[in-house]
């Protein structure tokens, strides 16, 4: 009779009135899990998780301009890129074989108002520059951003009434961005902005304007937290920003409620879903792939990527191996993707090996 273990046995572990060694057979010395460790190939034979460039989105902020490169001071080595840049940087992503990148803009004060009027403008930063690099480069995908907080006046995610953010009313001028977006060539909408209902109202619009191939990654858990300063720094957002935003989006406390955001998401058209921060919430990540087997992101936002780096920069950590560690991380937890400002550097560490 074969003694050889079935693995399913580890499972019933929990449920088992037996003890470990009955399940599992004899352990110490004839179990040494040292031995699959030994060399750098049998580690790479029995890895659970693998990284490469198809798990990979790389955001980019866009400037007015042309030629023009302007550094983001809270995120050391990451630049604003003008349209030009941009193409640019997509084309060197389509290089690396990074699959998608998601476009932000940098807005200047003239141009936001109360309404966030910019966003729904064809030829704003975002759709000029999508249309530029769908031209250049057809073959990459675009991920475009629809929220308000980028074109905002006072840097909310909607419109508001005194302090109030209005979240029905919210909805229309949504729709009208995403199409916008769709109509420039956008390839995949990420409704960011955390109102009730957006995903469905922006299905619906999408629909029925055609676009019915244009899919929908829905930022379903996106949690109100502390580690998005220096993304906000990035387009123009944070001296605009009145009060906070912990009406709209999720308490860091809170894990079930994740769990039912992403349900109603899926239920509204939502074609893929992304947890956000990243590794603050690598349990949110693994509980929503668990729970709904959908094609699962996360998104390894400025203020991870500034921690990172900042602590690399001073000496204290080796930049290249915790940047490689902490996306592997991601897959780990279950992402199938990571948006990440590491991706083009990630990609050819993959590339060169």
Same mark, same amino acid.
């Given at each position: 009779?074969?003694?050889?273990?079935?693995?399913?046995?580890?499972?019933?572990?929990?449920?088992?009135?037996?003890?470990?060694?009955?399940?599992?057979?004899?352990?110490?010395?004839?179990?040494?899990?040292?031995?699959?460790?030994?060399?750098?190939?049998?580690?790479?034979?029995?890895?659970?998780?693998?990284?490469?460039?198809?798990?990979?989105?790389?955001?980019?902020?866009?400037?007015?301009?042309?030629?023009?490169?302007?550094?983001?001071?809270?995120?050391?080595?990451?630049?604003?890129?003008?349209?030009?840049?941009?193409?640019?940087?997509?084309?060197?992503?389509?290089?690396?074989?990074?699959?998608?990148?998601?476009?932000?803009?940098?807005?200047?004060?003239?141009?936001?108002?109360?309404?966030?009027?910019?966003?729904?403008?064809?030829?704003?930063?975002?759709?000029?520059?999508?249309?530029?690099?769908?031209?250049?480069?057809?073959?990459?995908?675009?991920?475009?951003?629809?929220?308000?907080?980028?074109?905002?006046?006072?840097?909310?995610?909607?419109?508001?009434?005194?302090?109030?953010?209005?979240?029905?009313?919210?909805?229309?001028?949504?729709?009208?961005? #995403? +199409?916008?977006?769709?109509?420039? *060539?956008?390839?995949?909408?990420?409704? %960011?902005?955390?109102?009730?209902? !957006?995903? $469905? @109202?922006?299905?619906?619009?999408?629909?029925?304007?055609?676009?019915?191939?244009?899919?929908?990654?829905?930022?379903?858990?996106?949690?109100?937290?502390?580690?998005?300063?220096?993304?906000?720094?990035?387009?123009?957002?944070?001296?605009?920003?009145?009060?906070?935003?912990?009406?709209?989006?999720?308490?860091?406390?809170?894990?079930?409620?994740?769990?039912?955001?992403?349900?109603?998401?899926?239920?509204?058209?939502?074609?893929?879903?992304?947890?956000?921060?990243?590794?603050?919430?690598?349990?949110?990540?693994?509980?929503?792939?668990?729970?709904?087997?959908?094609?699962?992101?996360?998104?390894?936002?400025?203020?991870?990527?500034?921690?990172?780096?900042?602590? #690399? +920069?001073?000496?204290?950590?080796? *930049?290249?191996?915790?940047?490689?560690? %902490?996306?592997?991380?991601?897959? !780990?937890? $279950? @992402?199938?993707?990571?948006?990440?400002?590491?991706?083009?550097?990630?990609?050819?560490?993959?590339?060169?090996?």
């Amino acid at each position: 009779m074969s003694t050889k273990r079935d693995p399913s046995n580890i499972e019933k572990l929990a449920s088992s009135t037996a003890g470990p060694a009955e399940l599992l057979g004899p352990g110490y010395p004839a179990a040494r899990p040292r031995r699959n460790r030994k060399s750098h190939w049998t580690r790479r034979l029995v890895a659970e998780s693998s990284l490469s460039a198809d798990d990979l989105i790389w955001p980019i902020f866009i400037i007015d301009g042309e030629n023009t490169r302007e550094p983001v001071a809270t995120m050391p080595g990451v630049d604003r890129l003008s349209v030009d840049l941009a193409v640019e940087a997509a084309a060197q992503a389509a290089d690396l074989d990074i699959p998608v990148i998601a476009l932000f803009p940098y807005t200047e004060p003239g141009l936001r108002d109360e309404r966030g009027s910019e966003g729904l403008n064809p030829e704003n930063l975002v759709c000029t520059a999508t249309r530029a690099i769908k031209r250049q480069v057809p073959d990459i995908g675009v991920l475009c951003d629809v929220a308000l907080d980028p074109y905002t006046s006072h840097g909310h995610d909607g419109l508001m009434d005194g302090n109030t953010i209005l979240n029905d009313e919210t909805l229309s001028v949504l729709t009208t961005q #995403a +199409l916008v977006q769709a109509d420039a *060539g956008c390839d995949i909408i990420a409704p %960011s902005d955390m109102m009730d209902g !957006r995903v $469905g @109202a922006i299905r619906r619009a999408l629909e029925g304007a055609g676009h019915t191939d244009v899919q929908i990654m829905a930022y379903a858990a996106k949690y109100a937290s502390a580690f998005y300063g220096p993304f906000r720094d990035a387009v123009g957002s944070s001296g605009a920003l009145k009060g906070d935003k912990r009406t709209y989006q999720m308490d860091p406390a809170n894990a079930l409620e994740a769990l039912r955001e992403v349900a109603l998401d899926i239920e509204e058209g939502a074609d893929m879903v992304m947890v956000k921060p990243g590794m603050p919430y690598l349990d949110i990540v693994a509980r929503v792939k668990e729970t709904f087997l959908m094609p699962t992101f996360a998104y390894q936002v400025s203020g991870e990527y500034a921690m990172l780096q900042a602590a #690399a +920069l001073n000496g204290w950590l080796d *930049g290249e191996r915790v940047m490689m560690e %902490s996306l592997l991380a991601f897959k !780990r937890a $279950g @992402a199938d993707g990571v948006l990440s400002y590491f991706a083009k550097d990630v990609a050819e560490r993959l590339r060169d090996g």
